[in-house]
């Protein structure tokens, strides 16, 4: 299939960058702008109603003058015509020669575009009912493990995509948790963080979702085999094994040489990557823990934003506004990152979805065609739930010399069935902050004056549910990628994370050679070692 790429003119796109970053850099990043107008002016929206959200611009920094030109930017880099593109399946990841379809995983009966395919529906189809299937068996109880019990705790290991997206859902969810069934995630190698998680584990009752598209991540294939030991070391019959086990790859046969039985393999297609996967296979342990009907909610939440994204117009787009808002943020203020405040512990692992979904996607510095970028792409974001923040790096985001744009989300409103009012503080702090942010405060000791300017947007969900929590990763995943095809950035490939994991390979076997041996193997030739990776393996083979 040929790669797409819409009809840009470099030149007009060129020329739209120079206006946005000109007007951006005339108003200055240090002193907050005039307040903005309480009524929209057409252009430049105060906040948009989408999917069951509101997201409120109003303490954004941009003024009314300047929508045009960011509008004239997303014109020019083409937005729609990308966004059009991958919602009817196009080739939209040149480098890897795949469609970006995410959004059918959340579409199976075509509500939201009929240009798919059919085989495109029937996978998506066919994976949702066998999700279903295993699901309805593990909480139903009909599913026992090798002892005869039921499962009691559903233990998933994968990383990056593979774990990221499920682990914010089930945790965000947790109030509509199956009360017998308990998640826990292990992304990282290092076996201290094994032994934490699988201590409090009955292997008997113990079901292990391993989930790796590819099954050459190192992490989770070494994960795995220890997961195998642990069920053997527990006394579980080799041949009895698959009743532990499920896997999401599409790498069967290193799935089936595990243990795993062919019905319980969910393979992943090649057109979603990891970080968007978490609405089909991957989300296996979302819909373990809340059920198919909650998990279907979560689907038509994100397609309803998805929805919403396809039809609204630039001005009032909340993807797109969030892009928008983002590259002038990034042009006004060069600080380089973006921070996620998420007022809802059950939101306490959003800051590190997005940092994967953001940064893997966006972190690039040539365009779509291999042409070196000419200017700054992805800002760190970065993120921790409020209010702890507020008694850490608040004191920097209040009165540092560096700006740093914020995104805060708030869940509910002043109404409150807590005997002590928390969750209504909890809001209260949200405001408070988000105006000290905004505007500052006059004090005649300048160790206690906020300056005030700070950028922030505010994400509020009327209810945490499956609904409201799938429009949010989705609105965030259409913000993604329109901030790369504003940069003109491939934002579905990661070649610098490939790199690492062949490179580990590489470097493993070096430890393993005879003492003295840090040249490269013939079979590793790809590595060519600098002296300070040589010293430091001759350090560390000394220990
Ligand atoms: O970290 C790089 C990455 O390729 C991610 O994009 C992906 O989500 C993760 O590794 C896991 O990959 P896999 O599911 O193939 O193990």
Aim: glycine residues 8%; proline residues 7%; charged residues 20%.
């Amino acid at each position: 299939m040929n790669a797409y790429f819409p009809p840009i003119d470099p030149l007009k796109l060129e020329a739209a960058w120079k206006a946005a970053d000109t007007l951006a850099k005339s108003c200055g990043g240090s002193s907050p702008l005039s307040p903005r107008p309480s009524e929209p002016d057409g252009e430049s929206p105060l906040t948009i109603d989408a999917a069951g959200l509101r997201v409120d611009f109003a303490r954004q920094q941009i003024p009314p003058h300047a929508q045009s030109a960011l509008h004239a930017l997303a014109e020019a880099a083409a937005l729609a015509n990308w966004r059009d593109a991958m919602l009817r399946g196009e080739t939209v990841n040149a480098s890897e020669g795949r469609a970006a379809l995410h959004t059918a995983l959340r579409d199976p009966n075509g509500e939201l575009t009929d240009d798919l395919p059919e085989s495109v529906r029937h996978t998506v189809r066919q994976t949702l009912a066998r999700m279903r299937t295993i699901s309805d068996q593990v909480r139903s109880g009909v599913w026992r493990g090798a002892s005869g019990r039921p499962i009691s705790d559903v233990f998933h290991l994968g990383i990056g995509g593979s774990q990221l997206g499920p682990e914010l859902a089930c945790d965000a969810l947790h109030r509509f948790s199956h009360p017998r069934l308990r998640n826990h995630f292990l992304g990282n190698i290092d076996p201290d963080r094994w032994h934490r998680v699988s201590r409090d584990l009955n292997p008997h009752t113990t079901l292990i979702i391993i989930a790796s598209k590819s099954w050459r991540t190192p992490e989770t294939a070494r994960n795995a085999q220890a997961a195998r030991q642990w069920l053997i070391d527990a006394g579980i019959a080799e041949g009895l094994l698959g009743r532990h086990l499920v896997a999401v790859s599409s790498n069967l046969e290193a799935a089936q040489s595990l243990g795993v039985l062919p019905e319980n393999i969910l393979a992943c297609p090649d057109w979603v990557g990891g970080r968007y996967s978490l609405w089909g296979a991957v989300g296996l342990p979302i819909m373990m823990q809340v059920g198919p009907e909650a998990f279907d909610a979560m689907l038509a939440g994100a397609r309803s934003m998805d929805s919403h994204f396809a039809r609204a117009p630039v001005s009032g787009n909340a993807p797109m506004q969030l892009a928008l808002t983002s590259a002038w943020n990034a042009a006004r203020l060069g600080s380089g990152t973006e921070a996620v405040i998420p007022y809802s512990d059950a939101l306490r692992r959003l800051p590190a979805h997005l940092q994967q979904l953001q940064m893997e996607s966006n972190g690039k510095s040539v365009d779509t065609r291999g042409e070196p970028l000419s200017r700054a792409t992805m800002p760190v974001v970065w993120g921790e739930p409020g209010t702890d923040s507020q008694h850490s790096f608040f004191q920097a985001l209040h009165q540092g010399v560096a700006i740093h744009p914020i995104d805060l989300i708030m869940v509910g409103g002043v109404s409150d069935t807590d005997p002590w009012l928390r969750s209504r503080v909890l809001n209260a702090n949200a405001v408070a902050q988000a105006q000290a942010l905004s505007n500052g405060y006059e004090h005649a000791d300048p160790q206690r004056r906020h300056p005030g300017g700070r950028p922030v947007t505010i994400i509020h969900l009327p209810q945490l549910n499956p609904a409201t929590l799938g429009a949010l990763i989705a609105l965030y995943e259409h913000k993604t990628v329109c901030l790369g095809w504003l940069w003109g950035v491939n934002p579905f490939d990661q070649w610098g994370v490939e790199l690492g994991k062949r490179l580990a390979v590489n470097v493993e076997a070096l430890m393993t050679a005879s003492t003295d041996q840090v040249a490269p193997p013939e079979a590793v030739a790809e590595l060519t070692l600098d002296p300070a990776t040589e010293s430091t393996l001759r350090y560390l083979k000394s220990l």
